[in-house]
């Protein structure tokens, strides 16, 4: 229950696309949904996060999408950039800013 | 966005010996500290959480005796990898709960890189 699934591994987009990864979770008690953007030997730095009063987010190019009855969160990338290259991690929370559980990771390439 | 720091970025260690990495929060006072570990291309591993004042929780299977965590301000915590060997080699990163106003989330330190030879 405690499990964050994310989707798909690896995705590969050209410049100037749309860069989508999906997050599911079981946990309703979860109340928390941030997303974080890894560079190589660099730590995560948080991207955008949303709580579940509300099914979208937006922020620049980032932008997240809530489906509370379906349990799932999606990142969408728009008009992406090869510095987007990144590895990209969901988490989720049942009190906010503590105790993550995060994804495995997508690890996402752009194009140029 | 808030910002954390460790130090050193890298450290390369002999087996047996004592290795100590602090987490510093720069910009906001931090109750609670996490500590992570991280294996090449996989996720986040959340070893232990550390609160101002108090003991650390460590998660199950991380051992305590090994892994010493003192968070002795509220901007300060520290992980001491005790007798490291071979096999704690890794990637270690900590963050720091920014919980004010508003605001409650982690925020990331750059992470520490210990190599034991």
């Known amino acids: 229950q405690q499990q964050v699934k994310q989707s798909p591994q690896s995705l590969i987009v050209q410049k100037g696309g749309i860069s989508i990864i999906n997050c599911a979770y079981e946990?309703?008690?979860?109340?928390?949904f941030p997303w974080y953007q890894q560079f190589p030997g660099k730590g995560p730095a948080l991207l955008i996060a949303i709580r579940p009063d509300v099914s979208e987010k937006k922020e620049g190019r980032f932008t997240i999408s809530f489906n509370k009855s379906a349990k799932q969160f999606s990142l969408h990338i728009m008009d992406s950039q090869p510095g987007d290259s990144a590895t990209y991690f969901c988490a989720a929370s049942h009190n906010y800013g503590q105790n993550f559980v995060f994804g495995p990771g997508t690890r996402l390439s752009v194009l140029p | 966005g808030a910002v954390v720091s460790q130090h050193p970025s890298w450290v390369i260690c002999k087996s047996g010996t004592s290795v100590k990495i602090e987490c510093r929060s720069l910009d906001f006072q931090a109750t609670t500290m996490f500590w992570y570990r991280q294996f090449p291309k996989q996720s986040l591993m959340l070893m232990a959480t550390s609160n101002e004042g108090s003991k650390a929780t460590y998660e199950q299977g991380v051992e305590k005796d090994k892994f010493l965590i003192n968070h002795a301000s509220l901007t300060l915590s520290t992980l001491t990898v005790t007798s490291a060997h071979p096999e704690d080699s890794s990637f270690y990163i900590c963050?720091?709960?920014?919980?004010?106003?508003?605001?409650?989330?982690?925020?990331f330190g750059p992470g520490t890189r210990l190599t034991v030879l």
């Open positions: 963050s720091a709960r920014d919980w004010g106003g508003s605001t409650d989330t982690q925020y």
């Open positions: 946990n309703t008690a979860f109340d928390y």
